[in-house]
Structures are given as C-alpha cells and as structure tokens.
C-alpha cells in the first residue's frame, strides 16, 4: 500500500469516533509544531484526501512527512517552514509530533508514514540533467511522485519543480525507499509498538544517525515548551 501506518491502526480506528474527512476546498485541520503545520487527520482520513487529489485534474498539490527532525531544521531555516507551510499537506510521520501535538492540546490522531516503490534519480545540481529528469518523468504521465531525497531536498525539489513533472500529487518519503526496497530491515514489530523505531535505525547507521538524532533530542525540550505554551494560549482563547 501506499500508506503505512503502526500499532494496530485497524484495531484501534475501529474504536475511535471517525471525523469527516474535509472535501477538496475546505481546510485540513492542523497543529502549529515549530511553525509546520501538521495535519490532525488519521490514516483513513488522510487516505480519502490523496485518493481524491489522484483523482482531480486541476493543480499539483504537495505534501511534506515531518518528523523531529524536521521540527529541529525549522527552527532555524525560515525557507523551509516557508516551503513547508505552501504544501497543500503536512503529515506527522514520526511519533514525537504526535506526542507533541498532545501537548499543544490539538492531538494528531495518528502517525501517519509513507512507503512505495523506488524510482531512479540523476543530479539535482545540474540544471539540464533537472529539465532532463522532469521531462523524462512527464512523459510516462504520472499521477503520483515520490522523492526521496531527505529534508529540505526533497521538500524544495517538489516545490520547484512538481508542475514541471506533471504529476497531481508529490509526496516527500525520505528513506522509505531504503526500507520497502530491502537495503535496509525494518524494525521488528515491538520496536514500533514502543515507539523507539528510531533506535532500531540509530543501530543500523549509527556514524551517519547519532548525531542528527541528538541534535533531535536536544532540540526536544524547547519544542515541548512551545506545545505547552500553545495549549495555555487555546485555554485563554
């Protein structure tokens, strides 16, 4: 499937009050987390928007995966929160942004992740290899891209260049494609449960995975101060 989420969703969603899914012209709702907003939908409802955008001709509309580590870069990278916020969609793909949402009193229902199939790639920092590759991806006509380029890359890459590609919707998946390939295993079952995936990860890359996830850790305190804060200002409000 093209969306993946952990923990039981079936069992859990069938005892939870299902919202409705906001149409093609109405706001989703959100959650300000470090200036991103982060969408408060589900997986089921999250599905229902992106089946109806593969379906709607007009426009290309973006949509970004955050995770700590993107709340961390944010802080200090006003293009990114800039590029982030002009997505048409915002999903919380790790856990800490669902932890945090609770604590800004604006719950995100779920974690929602994104998994598919890779493609192939050539050099961003070439402008004619770039006209090449998004001439090259039009004309198979897509629907759908993923780009898995990691953040902010793969979030200015859909912003710059999506219309040139032709397709309706743009996901950034970062290293989703690692995972559904087989180049990388998945954490076991109860890694996920735990929420401690990002150990399971840590372990595999450790030289390339511990700094940026203590950078993360760090980062931590402030961003829950700030969901703190934002919950005192919705009950004065």
Known sequence: GM???????????????????????TPIPTVDLAGLPV???????????VTRWLADPAGHRRIAT?????LRLARGNRELVETIRGADLCTAAGWPLVFLSRLAGAPVRERVAWLDTPTEGTALSDPAGMAALCADIRA???????????????????R??????????GIGVGGSFDFMSGRRRRAPELW??????WLWRMSLEPR????????????LPGLMIGALRQRRARGRS
Request: proline share 7%; hydrophobic share 40%.
């Open 3 to 25: 969306i993946t989420s952990t923990s039981d969703p079936r069992a859990r969603r069938a005892t939870e009050p299902k919202p409705e899914s906001p149409t093609l012209n």
């Open 39 to 49: 969408s408060r939908l589900g997986f089921d409802e999250t599905m229902d928007i």
């Open 66 to 70: 955050a995770n700590l580590d993107f």
């Open 140 to 158: 198979t006509r897509p629907e759908l891209i993923l780009v898995g380029l990691g953040c902010p890359k793969q979030e200015i890459f859909l």
């Open 160 to 169: 710059d260049h999506l219309a040139a590609c032709g397709a309706r919707v």
């Open 192 to 197: 996920i449960r735990l929420r401690v995936e």
């Open 208 to 219: 390339r995975l511990a700094t940026r996830y203590a950078a993360c850790i760090a980062a």
